[in-house]
C-alpha cells in the first residue's frame, strides 16, 4: 500500500469511528472529524502530513502528494 493510500485509509477510518462515538458517546466527538478534515483541507495546501511521516517510520514509501 503506498504512503497516499495509507494516510486516505487513516483518515477514513478515525473518521467513521467519530462518527461513532458520536452516535454512542457525545457530539464533542466531532471536534475529532473536525480536526481530520482541517488536516486534511491543509494538506492538501501545503503537502505537509504530520500521519504521512508517522507512517513513513513504519515503512510506507510511494508518495506523490505527501514530503
Not at 454512542?24 to 481530520?36: E, G, I, K, R, Y
Request: charged share 5%; glycine share 8%; hydrophobic share 60%.
Amino acid at each position: 500500500m503506498s504512503l497516499d493510500r495509507a494516510v486516505l485509509t487513516l483518515a477514513g477510518t478515525i473518521t467513521l469511528i467519530s462518527v461513532l462515538l458520536v452516535a454512542l458517546v457525545s457530539s464533542w466527538w466531532l471536534l475529532l472529524t473536525a480536526f481530520v478534515g482541517l488536516n486534511l483541507l491543509q494538506s492538501s495546501f501545503t503537502g505537509f502530513c504530520p500521519a504521512a511521516m508517522i507512517l513513513r517510520r513504519f515503512g510506507f514509501s510511494g508518495s506523490c502528494a505527501f514530503r
